[in-house]
């Protein structure tokens, strides 16, 4: 299988088939042994300067898939290159390196931060760690600035964790990110945890910095409407596999696969005129579990559509039209 | 239809180090048999207090209702005894929690958790209760009740356990559920067969609902009216259609602005509401939302708005300047 590229240009990030299985059971405890799944051979590739949706609902792999190209896991199988480099192969100087310009901007900015320490001095930690920027002083500085970049005040360095709201949280890891002046970001359900009239500032912001410093992202989220604000392309994940994949318009405007068709029928619209005329695609049943997943397409238990082959046949991710991916018999 | 639950000048106050908050300052709202209400707003709003005062379940002695009337049937629940109230409960207004693993005891059978109310409440001999619990479960759509009775909350998912709370919500057959983001757990295929379960029930068995929640997209698809609250204050209430086709206070106009929307055209930009939500220990004078309003004008720190019609009958707003509000449809966003 070709690995599913988005246009033209090099990649700086390209993960080709990757699996992630994770052993449960036995142990202290005894159980049930078994195999799950979590990631399932999944292969892309972001380009600089892109970002890249990845979308699906809980257990379906997308945060382990974020972990493994953060090196937070190690792949079972697979190649996760990075600026030209597989990240399996380098050695620990090497990969110092790597994970300085390879950053992560988590769901909870609370439990990420350390509660005893100043957002001034977290985010110049990093900086002297890393050999970033020398003395103490500059550093100092640096953070301040650091602290201009996501919005906020010189004073807020002063500050701890727990006299910040969410929103300003959500910054501080984001200038922590900064810091380490990244390629690519990772951000794992950056806004999730946030409210509503927060949400679309962080979005504005890590679009102001996509542009200023010319960042590369990988958007890991449950929120089908804020994915397609943000992401140039759309990769949309069920039970360890990527089932569909294109650039923004094509993924929302022309879905494919019956799960991705599903997922944006499910979505309410805050309009009570269009709900009320809006015909609505309830799926049956739940994800299976990634233990033991269903034969032939793992979504064929809950799909509306399939045939007796589904149940048979594993379908490959194809080119169905040119950029645009799907794991579909019936694509 | 008559009002089945009329909430006058509620108010419900928390001491905490910061000092007191006020996280329910005279909220007035109300519920028809059988309608669905929305109470929705940000965290920290009241609208989770709301709910569990009208349950009297306030943590005391940090959280005390210290004013106001919560008229159910007639009848003011605040005013009513331990034993009296703890039959309201259950079995005349139920409660549906977001996330139902920590409501749900996890030593007892499935099986136990619903009969105990049918027998409390209803005096049901336990093989009737049986009978009936099955029969609850298969109307909240579980399979095979008769294996799945004698399991435990842990053997459940996420998805199947918010339908064992509402199953348990019905037993006693309530005239309102107090629905507090029933869904907010849950993935967004689980979501829409929960709501859509919910919503059948409650026309089924003419059940009101009150359905809490932060999900602009929920309360347009699933509520009659909407209450919309802001730092412990309703700011707007009127039908779904109303509030969503013309907005009239700013901050409900914000909400409806800053999220991106999956039936419009991409917006370059998203129009988020600037600032940060209010400290409700240190809330400004006059309107709370002022610090963030576009809008905002003099008065507004000095003044408090009141509620005031505005518009189509039932719409009422708490802004000084509703009238200068366009609607939300106009083009937004490009500025940069």
């Known amino acids: ?331 | 239809m008559g009002s089945l639950l009329d909430v006058v000048d509620l108010q419900t106050q928390f001491v905490t180090r910061g000092g007191v908050v006020r996280a329910v300052d005279g909220v007035s709202w109300d519920v028809a048999e059988g309608e669905t209400v929305a109470l929705v707003g940000e965290s920290g709003c009241g609208k989770s207090v709301s709910a569990l005062s009208i349950m009297r379940l306030v943590a005391a002695p940090a959280g005390r209702v210290v004013g106001g009337r919560i008229l159910f049937k007639g009848r003011d629940l605040l005013q009513l005894d331990e034993e009296s109230m703890r039959r309201v409960r259950g079995s005349e207004i139920a409660m549906i929690f977001q996330e139902p693993m920590t409501s749900l005891n996890p030593v007892l059978t499935i099986g136990r958790q619903i009969t105990e109310g049918l027998e409390t409440h209803l005096g049901m001999a336990p093989t009737a209760a049986r009978a009936r619990a099955a029969e609850l479960l298969s109307m909240v759509g579980i399979p095979d009740p008769a294996r799945r009775l004698p399991q435990y909350p842990h053997q459940f998912s996420g998805g199947m356990r918010q339908r064992m709370m509402i199953a348990m919500a019905l037993a006693c057959e309530p005239a309102l559920v107090l629905a507090d983001e029933p869904t907010t757990a849950l993935d967004v295929t689980i979501q829409a067969q929960i709501l859509e379960l919910m919503k059948s029930l409650s026309r089924r068995l003419g059940v009101a609902m009150l359905m809490i929640t932060h999900n602009l997209g929920i309360v347009a698809r699933y509520a009659d009216r909407v209450n919309v609250m802001y730092a412990g204050k309703i700011i707007e209430r009127g039908t779904a259609r109303e509030i969503y086709a013309t907005p009239r206070h700013p901050y409900t106009l914000g909400l409806l602005r800053s999220v991106p929307r999956l039936d419009e055209p991409r917006r370059a930009r998203l129009d988020p509401i600037e600032g940060q939500p209010p400290d409700l220990t240190r809330l400004p004078g006059g309107c709370a939302f002022a610090p963030r309003c576009a809008f905002r004008v003099e008065r507004c720190a000095v003044e408090t708005p009141p509620l005031r019609p505005i518009g189509a009958p039932g719409h009422v707003t708490a802004c000084w300047e509703a009238e200068r509000l366009t609607a939300v449809r106009e083009p937004v966003g490009g500025r940069r």
């Open chain 1, 1 to 331: 299988m070709s690995t599913p590229r988005g246009g033209t240009g090099e990649a700086l990030l390209e993960v080709r088939n990757l699996v992630k299985h994770f052993e449960i059971g036995g142990g202290l405890f005894g159980g049930r042994r078994g195999l799950v799944r979590a990631v399932d051979g999944v292969s892309f590739s972001i380009r600089p300067g892109e970002t890249l949706g990845l979308v699906g609902e809980s257990g379906c792999g997308k945060t382990t898939t974020g972990r493994c190209i953060l090196q937070l896991e190690l792949p079972t199988s697979g190649d996760i290159v990075f600026e030209g480099r597989e990240l399996s192969k380098l050695g620990p100087d090497d990969m110092r390196a790597v994970r300085r310009r390879l950053q992560v901007i988590f769901q909870d900015p609370y439990s990420s931060l350390n509660p005893r320490m100043t957002v001034g001095e977290m985010i110049a930690e990093p900086l002297a760690v890393h050999d970033i920027v020398h003395g103490a002083a500059a550093r100092r500085d640096r953070a301040r600035q650091l602290l201009r970049h996501v919005g906020l005040l010189p004073q807020h360095a002063a500050r701890y964790p727990h006299q910040l709201s969410g929103g300003q949280r959500q910054r501080v890891g984001i200038a922590r990110a900064l810091a380490m002046e990244p390629a690519l970001i990772v951000c794992d359900e950056p806004v999730s945890a946030l409210d509503v009239s927060i949400q679309a500032q962080i979005i504005n912001l890590l679009e102001d910095l996509q542009a200023e410093f010319g960042l590369t992202y990988l958007f890991i989220a449950h929120d089908l409407a804020v994915v397609r604000h943000i992401s140039d392309r759309v990769a949309v994940m069920y039970l360890g596999k990527i089932v569909e994949m294109a650039d923004r318009k094509t993924l929302y405007d022309d879905p494919l696969h019956p799960y991705t068709r599903a997922l944006l029928s499910a979505v309410p619209i805050p309009d009570p005129e269009l709900e009320a005329r809006r015909e609505h695609l309830v799926l049956r049943g739940e994800v299976p579990s990634p233990l033991d997943p269903p034969s032939g397409c793992v979504f064929h238990p809950r799909c509306p559509i399939a045939e007796d082959r589904c149940r048979r046949v594993v379908p490959e991710l194809r080119e169905v039209k040119p950029g645009h991916w799907a794991a579909c018999l019936l694509a």
